[in-house]
């Protein structure tokens, strides 16, 4: 006989307590310093929310090899919802300020945002790919299979272009068939089969609204994202070695979709 399942044993619930850890130490009290817990409380939802992410755009993906483009809209809302609260996190965060960040902030050693895994999964499913970020994770066995399959893997925009190509769209060969382990290129001819699809399939323009709103979801989070580790740390380096805010601005108004936001200006 099974047991029986309650609310706690259903969502693991003293196993997902159990795990914020803390490592600093109070000089005074000999506890761990306050603000700690908030940090490690808020980068393990992050982690939960590119769970999903991923799991909703692998589905997408899906749903463009199966030619059902008609949920795909519903799937791109929903990520975009995450993604808003991913932004209302960083409201959270950015209650800690950057002298109660401080107190903690050397414990942390060498660990480091630029270390999530999950994270550069999805740049590469969007197409932001980066060998270099896969070598970063080959002490982690099960990351490195991630970020390698990942790597070269066709991505979103791939899958989207080739439901084109089959719906009977003129989608240029070297779209078509380009490297994918190379970052998204523009490319003019393809811009012009988009205008063609915004002026005479409606509920396609639909779906590339959608994507739209998606890119612009995740370069709000960027942004916002950057704003925060800049008010958090100014222009110090970050945890492991990294650049910190430099290295964040410099990912900015790079949007996934080139050839979306190129025919802003053909209407």
């Known amino acids: 006989m099974s047991d029986h399942v309650t609310y706690g044993s259903y969502l693991k619930i003293d196993e997902l307590l159990s795990l914020q850890q803390c490592r600093s ?10 603000e700690e817990t908030l940090f490690i409380v808020i980068h393990q939802v992050y982690e939960l929310w590119f769970k999903q992410i991923l799991h909703e755009l692998d589905e997408l993906v899906r749903r463009f090899g199966q030619d059902r483009p ?3 809209s519903h799937q791109l809302k929903r990520v975009l919802k995450i993604l808003k609260t991913l932004v209302g996190q ?5 209650t800690m300020t950057p002298l109660e960040f401080a107190e903690f902030r050397a414990f942390l050693e060498d660990a480091s945002g630029f270390q ?3 994270f550069r999964e999805l740049e590469f499913l969007l197409g932001v790919k980066d060998h270099v970020s896969v070598e970063w994770f080959e002490r982690n066995p099960r990351e490195y299979a991630n970020l390698t399959r990942r790597f070269t893997e066709p991505t979103l925009w791939d899958a989207f272009m080739h439901l084109l190509h089959r719906l009977g769209y003129d989608i240029p060969a070297d779209v078509l068939h380009r490297d994918v382990t190379r970052p998204i290129e523009p490319s003019e001819a393809l811009q012009r089969t988009l205008i063609e699809i915004y002026r005479e399939d409606s509920s396609m323009a639909v779906l590339c609204e959608a994507l ?8 709000e989070w960027r942004y916002r994202h950057v704003m925060m580790v800049q008010r958090t740390i100014g222009t110090k380096m970050g945890t492991g070695g990294s650049d910190g805010a430099t290295y964040l601005r410099s990912t900015l108004f790079h949007p996934v979709f080139p050839d979306l936001w190129a025919i802003r200006s053909a209407f």
């Open 90 to 94: 960083l409201d959270v965060l950015e």
């Open 25 to 34: 130490v109070d000089a005074e009290t000999g506890e761990p310093e306050h």
């Open 116 to 118: 999530s895994a999950q």
């Open 212 to 219: 739209i709103d998606f890119d612009e979801g995740l370069q």
């Open 70 to 72: 008609h949920r795909a």
